[in-house]
């Protein structure tokens, strides 16, 4: 069998674990804070002004009134989810799978209405998908400069949406081989509007080709492990490992196995290991940060290609700016998107401590594996008397080694929104709605 029609027995067939729903169901309610704090963002308001009138419909556009057809709604929500890159990501495929699968799920909710039940069985297969996809191209994938958001994250979109929308085991090869042609994306993008730009048409694309195989049209099922397809050409290509992996899928589920990172700040993740050593350094320097005189990073290698501005000079590079990130937790102890639309980095304090940094890259052990947990990021910070502070960091806060808790994701939630944190306790609820669409659409108003 080629991978792709092992991952459609699997999407239409799988029985889905009820200790999912302790990953999944956090993970939804936090995606969609993150989707209402970008619908007003200067990208989801340009997007839905240049694409909006492309398609009318009754699919809910979330924080606002307005409603589109469901592969435009399924794209400009995504776009808003990811603007401030604060929604969730996952290590294998080092992708944020719930920003482009919740969209593509609830705009597939106003074309097959679904419960919450259902949209619980289609996220697992979906980020099964991208999860068990990951190992078998590996993070070389991603080393070579492909954004997996998109590029997984569509072929597991178009999976979940499959599920969804009740395709057969046939129709869904067919949207997994279509959803191949449409999934590209480039980290080069980072620091810029594309990459938010990238993440909705991954979730529109999705959604497209499981519609396009619904109504019988065809791709070919040895795209995606083929060495002249998907994994030969955007990979190092092993067919051990993708024959491995694909024997692998829902055996154990791949989020009961790695879990999903929750973000606690808006910036890149691999920022977040930096900053939560700062935060460890915080409490001995917060009266003293006068005295810093330098600040040493020592990264792996493949985080520091992707965080590349030193000095950033925009929101959208200083979301990618391992000095600024470092210097805004020494200051204050936080990185809220209030500091961000104040150009954070900009403020004297801050600046200065951008200035004393410095990076080292380091080759990465064990390229393997995204969070190496015998290779954590280290933090230097030398002060004027000759004193020196060091902390070391393998898992962020916020991954499944240290997550947050329900009451920080309230809060989280509350302060991107402007909502009561009450008002997550009733997101959270999804799994048991009778009709999501109708559902989510009253918590966005």
Same mark, same amino acid.
């Given at each position: 069998m080629t991978a792709?029609?092992?991952?459609a027995?699997?999407?239409?067939s799988a029985q889905?674990?009820?200790?999912l729903?302790?990953?999944?169901?956090?993970?939804v309610?936090?995606?969609?804070?993150c989707?209402?704090?970008?619908a007003?963002?200067?990208?989801?308001?340009?997007?839905?002004?240049?694409l909006?009138d492309?398609?009318?419909?009754?699919?809910?556009?979330?924080?606002?009134t307005?409603t589109?057809?469901p592969?435009l709604a $399924?794209q400009?929500? &995504?776009v808003?989810g =990811? !603007?401030w /890159?604060?929604?969730?990501?996952?290590?294998p495929g080092?992708t944020?799978?719930?920003?482009?699968?919740l969209?593509?799920?609830?705009a597939?909710?106003h074309i097959?209405?679904?419960?919450?039940?259902?949209?619980?069985?289609?996220y697992a297969?979906?980020?099964?998908?991208?999860?068990?996809?990951g190992?078998?191209v590996?993070l070389?994938?991603?080393?070579r400069g492909f954004?997996?958001?998109?590029t997984?994250?569509?072929?597991?979109?178009?999976?979940a949406c499959a599920?969804l929308?009740?395709?057969t085991e046939s129709?869904t090869v067919?949207?997994l081989?279509?959803?191949?042609s449409?999934?590209t994306?480039?980290?080069?993008?980072f620091g810029?509007?594309a990459?938010p730009?990238q993440a909705?048409?991954a979730?529109?694309?999705?959604l497209?080709a499981a519609l396009l195989? $619904?109504q019988?049209? &065809?791709?070919?099922? =040895? !795209?995606l /492990?083929?060495?002249?397809g998907?994994?030969?050409?955007?990979?190092?290509?092993d067919a051990?490992?993708?024959?491995h992996r694909?024997d692998?899928?829902g055996?154990p589920?791949a989020l009961?196995?790695?879990?999903?990172i929750?973000k606690?700040?808006?910036?890149?993740g691999?920022t977040?290991?930096?900053m939560?050593a700062?935060?460890d350094?915080?409490d001995?320097l917060?009266d003293?940060l006068?005295?810093?005189t330098?600040i040493h990073?020592?990264?792996?290698?493949?985080?520091?290609?992707?965080?590349p501005f030193?000095n950033p000079a925009?929101?959208n590079?200083?979301?990618?700016?391992?000095p600024a990130c470092?210097?805004q937790?020494?200051s204050s102890?936080?990185?809220t998107?209030?500091d961000?639309?104040?150009e954070?980095?900009r403020?004297?304090?801050?600046?200065?401590?951008?200035?004393?940094?410095?990076i080292?890259?380091?080759p990465?052990?064990?390229p393997e594996m995204n969070?190496?947990?015998?290779?954590?990021?280290?933090l230097?910070?030398t002060?004027?008397?000759?004193e020196?502070?060091q902390?070391?960091c393998a898992?962020p806060?916020?991954a499944a080694q240290?997550?947050?808790t329900?009451?920080q994701l309230g809060a989280?939630?509350?302060?991107?929104?402007?909502?009561?944190?009450s008002?997550?306790?009733s997101v959270?609820?999804w799994?048991?709605?009778?009709?999501?669409?109708t559902?989510?659409?009253?918590?966005s108003l």
């Amino acid at each position: 069998m080629t991978a792709i029609a092992q991952i459609a027995r699997f999407a239409t067939s799988a029985q889905l674990n009820r200790e999912l729903t302790d990953v999944i169901a956090p993970a939804v309610a936090d995606c969609f804070g993150c989707i209402l704090a970008g619908a007003n963002s200067e990208v989801a308001k340009r997007t839905a002004t240049a694409l909006a009138d492309q398609g009318a419909g009754s699919a809910q556009l979330y924080g606002c009134t307005r409603t589109v057809s469901p592969l435009l709604a $399924a794209q400009m929500n &995504a776009v808003a989810g =990811h !603007v401030w /890159d604060l929604d969730d990501w996952e290590e294998p495929g080092n992708t944020h799978p719930t920003v482009v699968m919740l969209p593509a799920l609830l705009a597939a909710s106003h074309i097959h209405p679904s419960s919450g039940a259902d949209l619980l069985a289609a996220y697992a297969v979906g980020s099964e998908i991208i999860m068990r996809l990951g190992e078998a191209v590996s993070l070389d994938h991603y080393a070579r400069g492909f954004h997996s958001t998109a590029t997984l994250g569509t072929i597991g979109a178009a999976g979940a949406c499959a599920r969804l929308l009740r395709l057969t085991e046939s129709q869904t090869v067919h949207a997994l081989a279509l959803s191949v042609s449409l999934a590209t994306g480039y980290s080069l993008q980072f620091g810029s509007n594309a990459k938010p730009l990238q993440a909705g048409w991954a979730a529109r694309g999705g959604l497209e080709a499981a519609l396009l195989a $619904a109504q019988g049209l &065809a791709g070919q099922a =040895h !795209v995606l /492990d083929h060495a002249r397809g998907f994994a030969g050409l955007m990979g190092n290509y092993d067919a051990n490992r993708f024959e491995h992996r694909m024997d692998r899928l829902g055996t154990p589920w791949a989020l009961q196995e790695y879990g999903l990172i929750l973000k606690p700040w808006p910036s890149c993740g691999y920022t977040h290991r930096l900053m939560t050593a700062a935060l460890d350094l915080r409490d001995a320097l917060a009266d003293r940060l006068s005295e810093i005189t330098s600040i040493h990073a020592q990264i792996p290698d493949f985080h520091a290609e992707i965080l590349p501005f030193m000095n950033p000079a925009t929101r959208n590079e200083a979301l990618f700016s391992a000095p600024a990130c470092i210097a805004q937790i020494l200051s204050s102890g936080n990185l809220t998107l209030e500091d961000s639309a104040s150009e954070f980095w900009r403020r004297r304090d801050v600046s200065r401590l951008i200035a004393l940094t410095s990076i080292t890259a380091e080759p990465a052990q064990r390229p393997e594996m995204n969070y190496d947990p015998a290779q954590p990021d280290v933090l230097t910070v030398t002060l004027s008397t000759g004193e020196v502070l060091q902390a070391s960091c393998a898992t962020p806060l916020g991954a499944a080694q240290s997550p947050m808790t329900l009451e920080q994701l309230g809060a989280k939630f509350a302060a991107l929104t402007g909502k009561p944190e009450s008002a997550f306790d009733s997101v959270f609820s999804w799994p048991d709605a009778p009709d999501i669409a109708t559902f989510f659409r009253g918590e966005s108003l």
